[in-house]
């Protein structure tokens, strides 16, 4: 795709300096170039996660993407251990930015459904939407008393959450420190979205909701 891209730039250029008489500008080039290859890759993958200033900064972003690809087949979910709880969560937009939805649902270590949540956030940054979903998964896990000093652990292919520790955003936390003293533990693990599509459904369920739903199971 990288070839079409440089091709397609390139004939474009040249047109330009042949026809109309302009100046080769190549760093407009480059840029046209990442564009042109960013939009692309969105009509092919909606999933792909970087902006053409993502690419600009950093083609790294592109090679670990492109490289996950390929190892996503057959990729299952997996139950926590005995007597540990597994939230899986997933955010969905429509735009960036754009409305945001957030979903989740729990299970045991048999992988039985007991709890599900589904709703709006409004038009956040995708970060923030990420960590507000955190924080309705322990709101919810410190509802129910079942839950209480067990092992929690919360999956999504969020990798800012992951990568970034949600723990450090005091502010947005604050109001969840205490609620985390109900459990025994609280781990954080990444997963690709082909393990959790019913939190993404859930996620794209939310985007349309006028209020917050959650139930348990």
């Known amino acids: 795709m990288l070839f079409f891209s440089v091709a397609w730039s390139l004939w474009l250029l040249r047109n330009d300096v042949i026809f109309k008489k302009k100046i080769p500008d190549y760093d407009t080039l480059f840029f046209l170039i990442i564009t042109q290859l960013c939009l692309w890759i969105k009509a ?18 592109l090679i670990r993407w492109t490289n996950t690809q390929k190892l ?15 939230w899986n969560m997933d955010g969905s937009s429509l735009g960036k ?14 992988g039985i459904l007991l709890g599900i949540f589904s709703l709006p956030v409004g038009i956040l940054d995708s970060n923030v939407a990420e960590l507000r979903a955190v924080v309705k998964v322990i709101e919810l896990s410190a509802s129910n008393c079942l839950l209480h000093h067990k092992h929690i652990i919360i999956e999504s292919d ?28 609280i781990t954080f693990s990444h997963s690709f979205r082909e393990s ?3 939190a993404d459904h859930l996620a794209k369920q939310g985007l349309h909701r006028i209020s917050d739903f959650a139930a348990w199971l």
């Open 44 to 61: 092919i993958d909606p999933d792909f996660p970087y902006l053409t200033s993502d690419m600009l900064g950093c083609a790294k972003g």
């Open 158 to 185: 969020f990798a800012n959450v992951i990568n970034r520790r949600p723990w450090l955003h005091h502010k947005l936390f604050s109001s969840v420190k205490r609620l985390a003293s109900c459990f025994g533990s």
């Open 97 to 110: 930015p754009g409305p945001l939805g957030i979903g989740g649902v729990l299970r045991n270590y048999n």
């Open 72 to 86: 996503r087949t057959g990729v299952i979910w997996s139950p926590p251990m005995a007597n540990s709880f597994k």
């Open 196 to 198: 959790n599509h019913m």
